[in-house]
């Protein structure tokens, strides 16, 4: 996961456990993982095997935004404004270069580079490489 439990449930103080389970806020911190892999997937190799702080900080935003959206009686409105506002501009400026992530994120258009996933007849592992 690109974010825990605790980074979501700090941006949801008003929501609490007893509101939304731990097994939700991981539902919605795996959708907010989603929506990363979605716009990144052109410019980095995504799922991130290591987790760039600035990702974490994004996906925890989405997760809490979700919850927010989910359980509107518990926030306020401007809370949820913001959220969203904060998360898309920091999605927007990794997609059009304005910020950038760690080398060591795998970038994949800028350079030329590709991420393969080896397979067998067999059976199926995950051995993620860089090739041009």
């Given at each position: 996961?690109?974010?825990?439990?605790?980074?979501?449930?700090r941006?949801t103080m008003?929501?609490?456990e007893s509101?939304v389970?731990d097994?939700l806020?991981?539902?919605?911190?795996?959708?907010?993982q989603d929506?990363i892999?979605?716009?990144?997937?052109l410019?980095y190799?995504v799922p991130?095997?290591?987790v760039?702080?600035?990702?974490k900080r994004?996906?925890?935003?989405?997760?809490?935004?979700f919850i927010m959206?989910?359980?509107?009686?518990?926030?306020?409105?401007q809370d949820?404004?913001r959220?969203?506002?904060?998360?898309?501009?920091?999605?927007?400026?990794?997609?059009?270069?304005?910020?950038?992530?760690?080398?060591?994120?795998?970038?994949?258009s800028?350079?030329?580079?590709f991420?393969?996933k080896?397979?067998?007849?067999?059976s199926?592992w995950?051995?993620?490489n860089?090739?041009n």
């Amino acid at each position: 996961m690109y974010c825990d439990i605790s980074d979501v449930r700090r941006r949801t103080m008003a929501v609490t456990e007893s509101d939304v389970p731990d097994h939700l806020v991981e539902a919605y911190i795996s959708e907010g993982q989603d929506v990363i892999d979605n716009y990144l997937r052109l410019i980095y190799a995504v799922p991130f095997l290591s987790v760039p702080t600035s990702i974490k900080r994004i996906c925890a935003d989405i997760a809490a935004y979700f919850i927010m959206r989910d359980f509107p009686d518990r926030i306020f409105e401007q809370d949820l404004e913001r959220l969203e506002r904060t998360y898309t501009k920091d999605i927007q400026d990794l997609v059009n270069g304005n910020t950038t992530l760690p080398t060591d994120s795998l970038p994949t258009s800028s350079v030329g580079n590709f991420v393969y996933k080896v397979e067998s007849d067999g059976s199926r592992w995950d051995d993620y490489n860089t090739g041009n």
